[in-house]
């Protein structure tokens, strides 16, 4: 089972180099030895070719790192090669399947610290350590381009939709969903008493018409009072 997921990082000529051993053996620079000495058997390698910004090949490691005095692949730069690892091929695409870097690398975990239009800068160096969703991602993409006949040449399977989720409703204002015009329950108008709720035999005070006063009742008039 493989541990890491790893992208090897080549010109063309060096990925050619690769090739023609049949992916049996990749070369690996000094200056990242302590990455170097983390491949075990069994971890996943991505081959990503610098210059022409493409995805290539995948392989499997079948041994940890040893060093090799031979010079089989050429320089970049001062860089030499003198460590070596064996592998055995995976997915190997033909030169005109070449995955370009460009339709893929703006959905990879591994770049979300780069600006979107510098995403190539994160893919500087010989060796780097991918998150195993990212290296599934491409592996995948690159099987769809070799084996799917359904896939066009070059292009990668559209993104599949995701479901929308329903918005979820808070609870509902006072009066909303009532009819228009109506007035909500408990917002009667201030010293209103509403219908029906009145006490009985009870006289709502202030309204009793003057002069029918009923037979023998008194009525205070500036402190005396008269009967009739």
Same mark, same amino acid.
């Given at each position: 089972? @493989? /541990?890491n997921?790893?992208?090897i990082?080549?010109n063309?000529?060096? #990925?050619?180099? =690769?090739?023609?051993?049949? #992916?049996?053996k990749?070369?690996l620079k000094?200056?990242h030895r302590r990455? /170097?000495q983390r491949?075990e ?6 081959f990503y070719?610098?210059?022409?910004r493409? #995805? =290539? @090949? =995948?392989?499997?490691a079948t ?5 090799q005095? &031979?010079e089989v692949? &050429?320089? &970049? ?9 064996k592998i +055995? ?5 033909e030169r ?5 870097a460009?339709l893929?690398a703006p959905?990879?975990?591994?770049i979300k610290r780069? %600006?979107?239009?510098?995403w190539?800068m @994160?893919?500087?160096?010989?060796l780097h350590?991918?998150?195993?969703s990212?290296f599934l991602?491409?592996e995948?993409e690159?099987? +769809?381009? +070799? #084996?799917?006949?359904?896939h066009?040449?070059?292009t990668? @399977?559209? %993104? ?6 329903r918005?979820?409703r808070?609870p509902a204002?006072?009066?909303?969903g009532q009819?228009?015009g109506s007035?909500?329950?408990?917002n009667?108008?201030?010293g209103s008493?509403?219908r ?9 005070r202030g309204n009793q018409?003057?002069?029918?006063q ?5 009525e205070? =008039?500036?402190g ?5």
């Amino acid at each position: 089972m @493989a /541990i890491n997921f790893w992208m090897i990082i080549s010109n063309p000529n060096n #990925f050619r180099i =690769t090739q023609e051993l049949g #992916f049996t053996k990749q070369g690996l620079k000094s200056q990242h030895r302590r990455k /170097i000495q983390r491949i075990e058997n069994g971890d996943r390698i991505l081959f990503y070719v610098s210059v022409d910004r493409c #995805f =290539t @090949a =995948t392989a499997t490691a079948t041994s940890s790192y040893f060093e090799q005095s &031979e010079e089989v692949w &050429e320089k &970049e730069g001062r860089a030499e090669w003198p460590y070596q690892i064996k592998i +055995k091929p995976e997915i190997i695409l033909e030169r005109h399947q070449h995955m370009d870097a460009n339709l893929l690398a703006p959905r990879l975990d591994y770049i979300k610290r780069w %600006p979107p239009e510098n995403w190539y800068m @994160a893919f500087q160096g010989n060796l780097h350590l991918l998150p195993k969703s990212d290296f599934l991602l491409i592996e995948e993409e690159m099987k +769809k381009l +070799k #084996f799917g006949k359904a896939h066009k040449r070059g292009t990668l @399977a559209p %993104p599949q939709d995701t479901p929308r989720r329903r918005r979820k409703r808070g609870p509902a204002r006072p009066g909303q969903g009532q009819p228009p015009g109506s007035q909500p329950h408990g917002n009667q108008p201030h010293g209103s008493q509403p219908r029906g709720n009145q006490p009985r035999g009870s006289q709502p005070r202030g309204n009793q018409p003057r002069g029918n006063q009923p037979h023998g009742s008194r009525e205070t =008039t500036g402190g005396a009072s008269t009967q009739s």
